[in-house]
Structure formats: structure tokens, C-alpha cells
């Protein structure tokens, strides 16, 4: 009565593994995700690089640049969801069978007999992998200038997955591109959200930039010293631009002064010591932050308040600062 029964489960004693379709988005991008756990950086590669360039021995992630074999990249609702489809595929055969089973069953029945047993399936379906949704499209892509990789992200990233090679200058400018898109999203969120989630989430995002603008110039300038100088600087001395300059100016022979001015540079002053506020004092106004800002719009005691046009003024500096630099450097 179980002959189909019987040999599905034969068939599945002898499976090793299931093939899982992996869907893209509409651009044709894959989402892929950082193994590290203290990271799990987001990204996604396109999938036509993520075939022919990409290797299968080792992929980097644009973040941390955390190594590991291409097979350890999927995200972690890619993983849930292709146990949920093999699962689902194993159900399917067995209630294919089964049904196969009860069919033959009543077949088999004789009508004019006075005792009649039948099988009867209720239940189970066969399944259809439902496509996994994507996200958003990244509101960066970019590709590696070394191994032409495209790929993409929110944020910042600095690492090409597929060479692991780490671009200053290109990494600098497409990190101020999406920290200027990030300043811009505001109206976008009041038009979807409502207006305490839209104000919580346009908060979040202009405080994120102010701080992804100082690493971006940490970054830049790291990179630039150590190939001008062929030495490491101290750590984190340029999140401070009196030390940075300090540093700089026997090199270039100009100090950021030089470079942006005095006016501008005070400007920049005030944006790194609101960014110093956001990254250790959660934005709440001290002594030290009037003092070494100069800024008079603000008493101790006050929380800062960032705007999408003291965002953008901040990158636009920052710019200028980074780009005298790469020009002398």
C-alpha cells in the first residue's frame, strides 16, 4: 500500500543536498552579508561579478574587511529562508507520494466488497519558492577601480568584496556622495512615515552623517600619511583638526588654515566638536564643547540640534579640506 511511500523515502535517504534559488533585485544585484558577528555589514554584488569575478577561495566585506569563502556571504534571511524551502521541498515529496499511495489505494478497492478500506492524504501542498523580497535598492553603487566589482551599500564601506583593495580618494568621495544623500532623505520619510517616526528616523540619519563625515576625513588622511610618509600616524589623530594639522603641515607645507581659510576652518571646528558631542556625550551641550568650539549658540545643558544644511555645509568643507590635501599629497 506505501510502494510510493516507500521509495521516496529511499530517494531521500540517498539526497546530499538541495539546490536553493537565490533571487536578485531588480537590478540585478545580490544581497550579501558580513559572517563577521561583531559586524554583519550589508551589501549587495552584482550578480553577473558575483559569477565571473568574484572568487569562490576568498570575498571581503567593504566594511571591517573581514575574509572568508563566497559560500559563507548570505544574509541571515536567506539562510532562514532556504531551510524553510528544503524543508518545504522535502514535505512536497512525501506528500506527492503519499497521495500516489492513497489514489492506488482506492483503485485497488472492490466495489461489491462487503469490507472496503481507503487512504486518504489531507493536508500538505506542494510549494513554490517564494522569490526573497530584496532590499531597497542601496542608495550607493560603485565599482572597484582595481577588479571593475560592482557592488553597493548603505553607509560607509571602504573595501571592495571581490580584490579587498581599499581606494582613498574613491572610497572619500563616494562615502560624502551617500552621506549627502542620507542629509536629503528628510522630505522622503515625512511623505511615508508618520510624523514621530519620520522625525526619529531624519534625526538618526543627519546625526549618523555628522559622524561618518569625521571617519571618512580620518580615513582619507590615514591612507594619504602613510603613503606620503610610509609610517602609521598616532591613532585617531585626525579626528582632531589641530593635530592633524600639526601633522600635515612639515609634509605640505600649509596648514588647514592655509588651505580653507580661517573663517571656513572655524566653521569645520564647530562641526568636529558637534560630531566629538554625538559620539561621547549622546549630542548633550558641555563646557569643553563651548570652549574648543567657540560656538555661542549653545548653553551646557542644551542637546544639539542637526540640520540637513549644517550636514551638507559640514561635507562641502570636509571636501574642500580633503581634496587640497589629495591634490598636495
Given at each position: 500500500?506505501?510502494?510510493?511511500?516507500?521509495?521516496?523515502?529511499?530517494?531521500?535517504?540517498?539526497?546530499?543536498?538541495?539546490?536553493?534559488?537565490?533571487?536578485?533585485?531588480?537590478?540585478?544585484?545580490?544581497?550579501?552579508?558580513?559572517?563577521?558577528?561583531?559586524?554583519?555589514?550589508?551589501?549587495?554584488?552584482?550578480?553577473?561579478?558575483?559569477?565571473?569575478?568574484?572568487?569562490?577561495?576568498?570575498?571581503?566585506?567593504?566594511?571591517?574587511?573581514?575574509?572568508?569563502?563566497?559560500?559563507?556571504?548570505y544574509t541571515t534571511e536567506q539562510v532562514e529562508q532556504a531551510k524553510?524551502?528544503?524543508?518545504?521541498?522535502?514535505?512536497?515529496?512525501?506528500?506527492?507520494?503519499?497521495?500516489?499511495?492513497?489514489?492506488?489505494?482506492?483503485?485497488?478497492?472492490?466495489?461489491?466488497?462487503?469490507?472496503?478500506?481507503?487512504?486518504?492524504?489531507?493536508?500538505?501542498?506542494?510549494?513554490?519558492?517564494?522569490?526573497?523580497?530584496?532590499?531597497?535598492?542601496?542608495?550607493?553603487?560603485?565599482?572597484?577601480?582595481?577588479?571593475?566589482?560592482?557592488?553597493?551599500?548603505?553607509?560607509?564601506?571602504?573595501?571592495?568584496?571581490?580584490?579587498?583593495?581599499?581606494?582613498?580618494?574613491?572610497?572619500?568621495?563616494?562615502?560624502?556622495?551617500?552621506?549627502?544623500?542620507?542629509?536629503?532623505?528628510?522630505?522622503?520619510?515625512?511623505?511615508?512615515?508618520?510624523?514621530?517616526?519620520?522625525?526619529?528616523?531624519?534625526?538618526?540619519?543627519?546625526?549618523?552623517?555628522?559622524?561618518?563625515?569625521?571617519?571618512?576625513?580620518?580615513?582619507?588622511?590615514?591612507?594619504?600619511?602613510?603613503?606620503?610618509?610610509?609610517?602609521?600616524?598616532?591613532?585617531?589623530?585626525?579626528?582632531?583638526?589641530?593635530?592633524?594639522?600639526?601633522?600635515?603641515?612639515?609634509?605640505?607645507?600649509?596648514?588647514?588654515?592655509d588651505m580653507l581659510g580661517t573663517a571656513d576652518l572655524g566653521r569645520?571646528?564647530?562641526?568636529?566638536?558637534?560630531?566629538?558631542?554625538?559620539?561621547?556625550?549622546?549630542?548633550?551641550?558641555?563646557?569643553?564643547?563651548?570652549?574648543?568650539?567657540?560656538?555661542?549658540?549653545?548653553?551646557?545643558?542644551?542637546?544639539?540640534?542637526?540640520?540637513?544644511?549644517?550636514?551638507?555645509?559640514?561635507?562641502?568643507?570636509?571636501?574642500?579640506?580633503?581634496?587640497?590635501?589629495?591634490?598636495?599629497?
Open positions: 500500500m506505501f510502494e510510493n511511500l516507500q521509495r521516496e523515502l529511499e530517494r531521500l535517504s540517498r539526497t546530499t543536498s538541495i539546490s536553493v534559488p537565490i533571487e536578485s533585485d531588480a537590478d540585478g544585484y545580490h544581497d550579501r552579508e558580513c559572517p563577521a558577528t561583531e559586524c554583519m555589514f550589508s551589501f549587495k554584488i552584482h550578480s553577473d561579478d558575483w559569477r565571473d569575478i568574484v572568487r569562490d577561495e576568498e570575498v571581503f566585506c567593504p566594511s571591517c574587511r573581514h575574509a572568508a569563502p563566497a559560500k559563507s556571504w524553510e524551502y528544503a524543508l518545504n521541498k522535502l514535505k512536497s515529496g512525501i506528500n506527492a507520494a503519499m497521495r500516489a499511495d492513497a489514489d492506488a489505494s482506492k483503485r485497488r478497492q472492490n466495489r461489491n466488497s462487503f469490507i472496503r478500506i481507503t487512504l486518504e492524504v489531507k493536508g500538505g501542498h506542494d510549494t513554490l519558492l517564494v522569490p526573497l523580497s530584496a532590499a531597497k535598492p542601496m542608495q550607493l553603487k560603485t565599482t572597484c577601480e582595481g577588479c571593475n566589482c560592482r557592488y553597493s551599500y548603505i553607509g560607509a564601506a571602504y573595501f571592495c568584496p571581490s580584490c579587498g583593495k581599499n581606494s582613498a580618494t574613491h572610497t572619500f568621495t563616494q562615502t560624502l556622495a551617500a552621506i549627502r544623500t542620507a542629509a536629503n532623505l528628510g522630505p522622503t520619510l515625512r511623505q511615508t512615515l508618520d510624523v514621530d517616526a519620520a522625525e526619529i528616523m531624519t534625526r538618526t540619519l543627519l546625526e549618523k552623517a555628522m559622524q561618518d563625515t569625521v571617519t571618512s576625513f580620518q580615513r582619507l588622511c590615514e591612507q594619504l600619511y602613510e603613503a606620503k610618509t610610509g609610517a602609521a600616524a598616532r591613532r585617531n589623530a585626525f579626528q582632531s583638526l589641530d593635530a592633524g594639522s600639526d601633522l600635515w603641515e612639515p609634509i605640505v607645507k600649509e596648514s588647514y588654515a569645520l571646528r564647530i562641526f568636529f566638536q558637534q560630531r566629538h558631542l554625538l559620539a561621547h556625550q549622546q549630542g548633550m551641550v558641555d563646557s569643553d564643547y563651548v570652549q574648543r568650539s567657540g560656538d555661542a549658540s549653545y548653553q551646557v545643558g542644551q542637546r544639539l540640534v542637526v540640520r540637513d544644511t549644517g550636514v551638507l555645509q559640514f561635507a562641502d568643507l570636509v571636501e574642500r579640506l580633503g581634496a587640497a590635501l589629495i591634490a598636495k599629497v
